[in-house]
């Protein structure tokens, strides 16, 4: 374009705000929300291996609320480096949490101290790597690219991004997917359950 005398303009059609110039916050945010996720799995069955199902549902969906709603008074008003629908935001965040601490509790419970390490692989070091948080879609290995739409922190991550630059194209299936991450441990832990007091 330069060689022929024209000079291209360019437009931020949803620019970045001022306090994230480098449009890292979802990805921040994200990886902050899925440790916790998996801490809470994680210590909720140590401290309280015999607790109902009931009840184990019952905490992890207050604590992904608390997570949703502390993660969106951080990341959208406190600091608004997360721009979009503070509700919106809160919803797939809390949904990301809900769905870490529910694979990690899972992963716990088949496999003891081995689920821990498991759990440790796919959210926090494939989930995060492939999650294009830190580098776009296009930039990953062509391996990667299932990975970044399946596990928990890619789909949040991609979902939160929509939610601001696509009109919110992929954020229903993106709460399908979270969702589903988070209901079928349930449903197989208890399962497990049901087996050992039959047993």
């Known amino acids: 374009m330069r060689r ?6 360019v437009t931020a ?20 929300v899925v440790l ?5 799995g994680i210590t909720s069955y140590q401290v309280a291996p015999t607790l109902s199902l009931r009840l184990r549902v019952a905490s ?10 502390t993660g969106t008074v951080i990341g959208a008003v406190a600091f608004d480096a997360v721009p979009g629908s503070a ?3 809160g919803g797939l965040v809390a949904l990301l949490a809900l769905a870490a601490g529910a694979v990690a509790a899972v992963c716990l419970r088949l496999l003891d101290g ?17 999650s294009t948080g830190s580098d776009p879609q296009e930039h990953l290995p062509a391996w990667a690219a299932p990975p970044a739409d399946v596990l928990p922190p890619g789909v949040a991550v991609q979902a939160l991004r929509d939610a601001v630059h696509s009109a919110g194209d992929g954020v229903l299936r993106a709460v399908g997917v979270l969702a589903l991450w988070s ?17």
């Open 4 to 9: 022929a005398g024209q000079q291209l303009t």
């Open 13 to 32: 059609v949803v620019p970045l705000t001022a306090q994230d110039t480098r449009g890292r916050a979802v990805d921040h945010l994200a990886f902050a």
């Open 36 to 40: 916790g996720g998996f801490l809470f």
């Open 60 to 69: 992890s969906v207050l604590f992904a609320a608390a997570a949703g709603f």
């Open 87 to 89: 509700l919106g935001t």
């Open 114 to 130: 081995v689920g821990t390490v498991l759990a440790t692989a796919v959210l926090l070091v494939l989930g995060a790597a492939t």
């Open 183 to 199: 209901v079928l441990p349930s449903a197989v832990i208890a399962l497990v359950d049901a087996r050992a007091r039959r047993g």
